[in-house]
């Protein structure tokens, strides 16, 4: 049948007629493909835009049938048993989006839609109304690489991640397999981007990601998880001599240095690794536990793998336990704080002192000392909480102290998560204006790991605390970087040095050498000298040798409380 025998005004009804015209309004619309299909499916129409969407021409299509030409074959069954159910019992065929094929046998997604036309009579007549979705599709299909790629490296992302452990998961399950997840956590990448900038840091990720890439033999998924974070599922695992096997082969491709334009960048990485299903059984757990076992690699000196052990994971209960007292210790005001005096070494009276943090819990066997409690709350808010705390105590005792006539500068601890609120040094102002302080009256100690990792608005919301008065003290000198170099960036009015560089000074030329190195520099720097850990008169007289200004230690002072303090001061005015 051809499109001019449907011009003809007979022997068609009014509402057969009507129907006509509505099939050549839309035959005539820009990529709506119409095709016209007998009670046999045989093609009996074949417009312009079914060749442009499906490649068939009308002479190669009249004819055929449907199922022969556009319909994969996976859906012929069906499709034949739907237009049959249309003729005999009046079913319609649904609208909805399909996926058919070209003449090529490539796929082209559509939009179809069905009418019967004569469908009370002898030869009844399907008609398909296709809307092509190929643009949509692209753009669907980007939209949806984009949502599942991280687009600095070209690798998958963590949405894609997630997806594949589910299916990974769920297949191992089935088949009693097993698979690795290794953590990759780039050394020191934090340093490198802001020594070089973050182009360079951008460029030095990607090749990383491609390095990776080329290492990895066999199958599974590498993801860039964020950051300098970089997450690899190994299928088909055995056991955890295979999972060393690879971890070794992932921490030799960081063995020769990027080279990046015209810088040479060496770099390293820590890897924790778990195993399903022996490490976890679920995504998060799978994830978490082997970002624990990475940070027990960079707690052991970095550059170096772990895999996860349930003595770790006890260690994890442990320190969640520790965290959930220290919340609820919080709201109960269970800690105290300490002093310990900083003398100076001329006169021999108190210039300062260092507000210690203590824990005490009403049930004692809760507490443990700082060194292990602190770290703990680091890595959580609660460090920002309990920072908050020591603020304010220290604030509230140096205002009690002025008004007993006795002036003391207190110096309390800073982390680093606690500069990176915005709000820090808001609160410290707020905090001095309550108890009319002077920005003299508190001092701030850092570490020189924190200052290393401060970006350009921290850094310059301390040079502003310089600039009004606050004394800012670079504490435990020599345990991070040591590198004097960094020291006339930083917005600090005293050096304290690490009792490690003190404690065989005064004997051995070489730790001596480098104790005067630094008093020097110091000094050099306009930087006061104070010295951690004095405990003999031997180690005074050595200071006082190199004209150090502050020492603190067992010598003069253990840590002692705001009585014993006052007491003090009291006796030394």
Same mark, same amino acid.
């Given at each position: 049948?051809?499109?001019?025998?449907?011009?003809?005004?007979?022997?068609?009804?009014?509402? &057969?007629?009507?129907?006509?015209?509505?099939?050549?309004?839309?035959?005539?619309?820009?990529?709506?493909?119409?095709?016209?299909?007998?009670?046999?499916?045989?093609?009996?129409?074949?417009?312009?835009?079914?060749?442009?969407?499906?490649?068939?021409?009308?002479?190669?299509?009249?004819?055929?049938?449907?199922?022969?030409?556009?319909?994969?074959?996976?859906?012929? @069954?069906?499709?034949?048993?739907?237009?049959?159910?249309?003729?005999?019992?009046?079913?319609?065929?649904?609208?909805?989006?399909?996926?058919?094929?070209?003449?090529?046998?490539?796929?082209?997604?559509?939009?179809?839609?069905?009418?019967?036309?004569?469908?009370?009579?002898?030869?009844?007549?399907?008609?398909?109304?296709?809307?092509?979705?190929?643009?949509?599709?692209?753009?669907?299909?980007?939209?949806?690489?984009?949502?599942?790629?991280?687009?600095?490296?070209?690798?998958?992302?963590?949405? *894609?991640?997630?997806?594949?452990?589910?299916?990974?998961?769920?297949?191992?399950?089935?088949?009693?397999?097993?698979?690795? *997840?290794?953590?990759?956590?780039?050394?020191?990448?934090?340093?490198?981007?802001?020594?070089?900038?973050?182009?360079?840091?951008?460029?030095?990720?990607?090749?990383?990601?491609?390095?990776?890439?080329?290492?990895?033999?066999?199958?599974?998924?590498?993801?860039?998880?964020?950051?300098?974070?970089?997450?690899?599922?190994?299928?088909?695992?055995?056991?955890?001599?295979?999972?060393?096997?690879?971890?070794?082969?992932?921490?030799?491709?960081?063995?020769?240095?990027?080279?990046?334009?015209?810088?040479?960048?060496?770099?390293?990485?820590?890897?924790?690794?778990?195993?399903?299903?022996?490490?976890?059984?679920?995504?998060?757990?799978?994830?978490?536990?082997?970002?624990?076992?990475?940070?027990?690699?960079?707690?052991?000196?970095?550059?170096?793998?772990?895999?996860?052990?349930?003595?770790?994971?006890?260690? *994890?209960?442990?320190?969640?336990?520790?965290?959930?007292? *220290?919340?609820?210790?919080?709201?109960?005001?269970?800690?105290?704080?300490?002093?310990?005096?900083?003398?100076?070494?001329?006169?021999?009276?108190?210039?300062?002192?260092?507000?210690?943090?203590?824990?005490?819990?009403?049930?004692?066997?809760?507490?443990?000392?700082?060194?292990?409690?602190?770290?703990?709350?680091?890595?959580?808010?609660?460090?920002?909480?309990?920072?908050?705390?020591?603020?304010?105590?220290?604030?509230?005792?140096?205002?009690?102290?002025?008004?007993?006539?006795?002036?003391?500068?207190?110096?309390?601890?800073?982390?680093?998560?606690?500069?990176?609120?915005?709000?820090?040094?808001?609160?410290?102002?707020?905090?001095?204006?309550?108890?009319?302080?002077?920005?003299? &009256?508190?001092?701030?100690?850092?570490?020189?790991?924190?200052?290393?990792?401060?970006?350009?608005?921290?850094?310059?919301?301390?040079?502003?605390?310089?600039?009004?008065?606050?004394?800012?003290?670079?504490?435990?000198?020599?345990?991070?970087?040591?590198?004097?170099?960094?020291?006339?960036?930083?917005?600090?009015?005293?050096?304290?040095?690490?009792?490690?560089?003190?404690?065989?000074?005064?004997?051995?030329?070489?730790?001596? @050498?480098?104790?005067?190195?630094?008093?020097?520099?110091?000094?050099?720097?306009?930087?006061?000298?104070?010295?951690?850990?004095?405990?003999?008169?031997?180690?005074?007289?050595?200071?006082?040798?190199?004209?150090?200004?502050?020492?603190?230690?067992?010598?003069?002072?253990?840590?002692?409380?705001?009585?014993?303090?006052?007491?003090?001061?009291?006796?030394?005015?």
């Amino acid at each position: 049948m051809s499109l001019t025998e449907y011009r003809e005004p007979a022997p068609f009804s009014e509402h &057969d007629s009507a129907e006509r015209r509505f099939l050549q309004l839309i035959s005539a619309l820009p990529k709506v493909s119409v095709q016209g299909y007998d009670k046999e499916r045989n093609v009996i129409y074949w417009n312009k835009s079914s060749e442009d969407i499906y490649g068939y021409s009308e002479c190669e299509a009249i004819g055929r049938k449907l199922e022969d030409l556009i319909i994969p074959d996976f859906m012929k @069954a069906d499709v034949i048993n739907l237009h049959q159910r249309w003729i005999e019992f009046g079913e319609a065929i649904p609208s909805e989006e399909l996926v058919l094929k070209k003449k090529g046998g490539e796929p082209v997604h559509v939009f179809s839609s069905h009418v019967m036309l004569k469908e009370d009579t002898e030869s009844p007549e399907m008609y398909c109304v296709d809307i092509d979705l190929s643009e949509q599709h692209a753009v669907r299909q980007e939209l949806e690489r984009m949502a599942s790629t991280d687009l600095l490296t070209e690798l998958p992302n963590r949405r *894609l991640l997630k997806q594949f452990l589910a299916n990974a998961i769920s297949e191992a399950s089935t088949n009693n397999l097993s698979f690795a *997840l290794f953590f990759i956590d780039l050394d020191m990448f934090k340093e490198i981007n802001d020594t070089l900038g973050h182009t360079w840091g951008d460029e030095l990720l990607r090749a990383v990601g491609e390095r990776l890439s080329d290492c990895i033999d066999g199958e599974g998924l590498l993801t860039r998880f964020g950051g300098d974070e970089f997450v690899y599922v190994a299928i088909n695992i055995n056991d955890e001599s295979d999972c060393e096997d690879i971890a070794k082969n992932l921490s030799y491709c960081f063995k020769q240095s990027f080279q990046l334009s015209t810088e040479n960048i060496h770099i390293t990485s820590s890897i924790g690794i778990s195993l399903y299903p022996k490490h976890g059984q679920e995504i998060d757990d799978l994830l978490k536990n082997a970002d624990v076992a990475m940070y027990q690699a960079k707690a052991e000196g970095r550059n170096r793998y772990h895999l996860f052990t349930h003595a770790l994971s006890q260690q *994890l209960r442990q320190h969640r336990s520790i965290a959930a007292n *220290l919340r609820t210790s919080l709201s109960h005001n269970e800690f105290e704080l300490l002093y310990q005096p900083q003398f100076d070494l001329k006169t021999g009276k108190v210039a300062s002192c260092e507000a210690l943090l203590r824990w005490r819990p009403q049930n004692e066997k809760l507490a443990v000392p700082p060194n292990i409690f602190i770290p703990i709350a680091e890595r959580s808010d609660l460090i920002v909480q309990i920072g908050n705390w020591v603020l304010e105590n220290a604030c509230q005792q140096a205002r009690a102290w002025k008004e007993k006539g006795i002036e003391v500068r207190i110096d309390v601890n800073v982390s680093g998560k606690e500069l990176e609120k915005t709000a820090y040094f808001e609160r410290l102002a707020d905090c001095r204006n309550q108890y009319h302080l002077l920005p003299k &009256d508190i001092g701030l100690e850092l570490t020189e790991n924190i200052l290393i990792k401060s970006d350009n608005a921290i850094l310059e919301n301390l040079r502003h605390q310089r600039d009004l008065g606050v004394e800012i003290s670079l504490d435990d000198f020599g345990t991070g970087y040591s590198s004097l170099s960094y020291l006339k960036h930083f917005p600090v009015s005293h050096l304290k040095i690490d009792r490690s560089f003190l404690k065989g000074a005064p004997e051995k030329a070489f730790d001596s @050498a480098l104790m005067e190195a630094i008093v020097n520099v110091g000094h050099k720097l306009d930087l006061f000298i104070v010295v951690e850990g004095v405990e003999t008169e031997k180690q005074s007289n050595y200071c006082k040798s190199l004209n150090v200004e502050f020492v603190q230690g067992y010598l003069f002072s253990k840590p002692i409380s705001a009585d014993a303090m006052e007491a003090l001061l009291k006796k030394q005015r």
